[in-house]
């Protein structure tokens, strides 16, 4: 049976903002139920209208009072991005949590997003340094706490630098290692630049393990008629306990990197099981390919180009803010 005693204890977010993407379903779902439930005013920027409005309701009943904000926001499309970014710079107000959750896996078929980017560095990677971008006068008011959710996937791998978008050889699996490698590369150097540059940023990595959601289920607008053969297995052991965590449980890792004042910049959270595919969250030796800093580097020039975005240079470019910058949730 599926272990139901492995929590972690959120601390009170009454006054915090929190941006959460991919918190329609899934995981990301079980993630904005206790951000809401701890009195986080939760933005959700959500692709699917109607799932975004079933899931904040369903928020809203099992948290009474919660506040739940949605917002359009497709991730494939930078244009989207920008207008989600405008729109909130217009709202005003600090952003003092951001985590980046939504992502695709394995189309199987090479697909490209409305920029022409591989499909799934365009949605896992570039969109959320986009993202990012755009509320980063938001995020540095708030002193922001800013969890990007990689994968056990980048644990191997590397970054195809001779053909970023595989139009030559297109392997979905690597392809999706690529996404999250470089998606991870650029959180850790997020909070290298915050430190450095005194942007008040706090950056770093979770990941959920591997638990039965959508993520390798039947995906029609992807191309993927069934369920894959690794879905329907992390179901069986899901249900049995063994290794793999539940949609719930894999959830825990992106909280605790989130909102614990025990976790820090610079660091990858993930379960404490076996391989790090299930068990409660605990903090973990960056991969491999993530240790690299003059990788992360080139990871980060050539992102944000790609993405074509800007970042400031330093801590005299501070936006002002009618909010003072709150270091609550910062932590050493």
Same mark, same amino acid.
């Given at each position: 049976? !599926?272990?139901?005693?492995?929590?972690?204890?959120?601390?009170?977010? *009454?006054?915090?903002?929190?941006?959460?993407?991919?918190?329609?379903?899934?995981?990301?779902?079980?993630?904005?139920?206790?951000?809401?439930?701890?009195?986080?005013?939760?933005?959700? !920027?959500?692709?699917?209208?109607?799932?975004?409005?079933?899931? &904040?309701?369903? @928020?809203?009943?099992? &948290?009474?009072?919660?506040?739940?904000?949605?917002?359009?926001?497709?991730?494939?499309?930078?244009?989207?991005?920008? &207008?989600?970014?405008?729109?909130?710079?217009?709202?005003?107000?600090? @952003?003092?949590?951001?985590?980046?959750?939504?992502?695709?896996?394995?189309?199987?078929?090479?697909?490209?997003?409305?920029?022409?980017?591989?499909?799934?560095?365009?949605?896992?990677?570039?969109?959320?340094?986009?993202?990012?971008?755009?509320?980063?006068?938001?995020?540095?008011?708030?002193?922001?706490?800013?969890?990007?959710?990689?994968?056990?996937?980048?644990?191997?791998? /590397? @970054?195809?630098?001779?053909?970023?978008?595989?139009?030559? *050889?297109?392997?979905?699996?690597?392809?999706?290692?690529? /996404?999250?490698?470089?998606?991870?590369?650029?959180?850790?150097?997020? %909070?290298?630049? *915050?430190?450095?540059?005194?942007?008040?940023?706090?950056?770093?990595?979770?990941?959920?393990?591997?638990?039965?959601?959508?993520?390798?289920?039947?995906?029609?607008?992807?191309?993927?008629?069934?369920?894959?053969?690794?879905?329907?297995? @992390?179901?069986?052991?899901?249900?049995?306990?063994?290794?793999?965590?539940?949609?719930?449980?894999?959830?825990?890792?992106?909280?605790?990197?989130?909102?614990?004042?025990?976790?820090?910049?610079?660091?990858?959270?993930?379960? /404490?099981?076996?391989?790090?595919?299930?068990?409660?969250?605990?903090?973990?030796?960056?991969?491999?390919?993530?240790?690299?800093?003059?990788?992360?580097?080139?990871?980060?020039?050539? /992102?944000?180009?790609?993405?074509?975005?800007?970042?400031? &240079?330093?801590?005299?470019?501070?936006?002002?803010?009618? %909010?003072?910058? %709150?270091?609550?949730?910062?932590?050493?």
């Amino acid at each position: 049976m !599926p272990r139901t005693d492995i929590d972690i204890t959120v601390p009170d977010l *009454s006054g915090k903002r929190a941006v959460l993407t991919g918190g329609s379903d899934g995981i990301g779902l079980g993630i904005a139920h206790r951000l809401a439930a701890a009195g986080a005013e939760l933005v959700l !920027p959500v692709r699917n209208p109607g799932k975004g409005r079933a899931a &904040a309701a369903e @928020i809203r009943a099992a &948290a009474p009072g919660a506040t739940v904000t949605l917002h359009d926001l497709d991730l494939s499309s930078l244009g989207s991005v920008a &207008a989600f970014g405008e729109t909130m710079r217009a709202e005003g107000g600090p @952003i003092h949590l951001l985590i980046s959750n939504a992502g695709v896996m394995t189309p199987p078929a090479r697909q490209t997003t409305a920029d022409g980017h591989e499909l799934q560095m365009g949605t896992n990677h570039l969109g959320h340094v986009a993202l990012v971008a755009h509320l980063m006068p938001l995020l540095r008011a708030g002193r922001a706490r800013v969890t990007s959710q990689v994968s056990v996937a980048a644990a191997s791998g /590397s @970054i195809h630098w001779d053909d970023l978008g595989w139009e030559r *050889s297109y392997d979905g699996m690597k392809a999706y290692r690529q /996404s999250k490698i470089a998606f991870g590369l650029f959180g850790l150097e997020l %909070d290298r630049r *915050s430190k450095a540059l005194g942007w008040g940023i706090t950056s770093n990595l979770s990941h959920p393990g591997i638990a039965p959601t959508r993520l390798l289920s039947s995906r029609p607008e992807l191309g993927r008629e069934r369920d894959t053969v690794g879905v329907r297995l @992390i179901r069986v052991l899901s249900r049995r306990g063994i290794l793999a965590g539940t949609a719930r449980t894999a959830g825990l890792p992106a909280l605790f990197a989130a909102t614990s004042p025990d976790a820090g910049g610079g660091r990858l959270y993930g379960p /404490s099981g076996f391989q790090h595919l299930g068990g409660a969250p605990a903090e973990q030796q960056l991969y491999k390919p993530l240790r690299d800093e003059e990788e992360a580097e080139r990871a980060w020039l050539t /992102s944000v180009e790609l993405a074509g975005v800007t970042f400031p &240079a330093g801590a005299d470019d501070r936006r002002s803010t009618d %909010d003072p910058a %709150d270091p609550a949730m910062q932590a050493e």
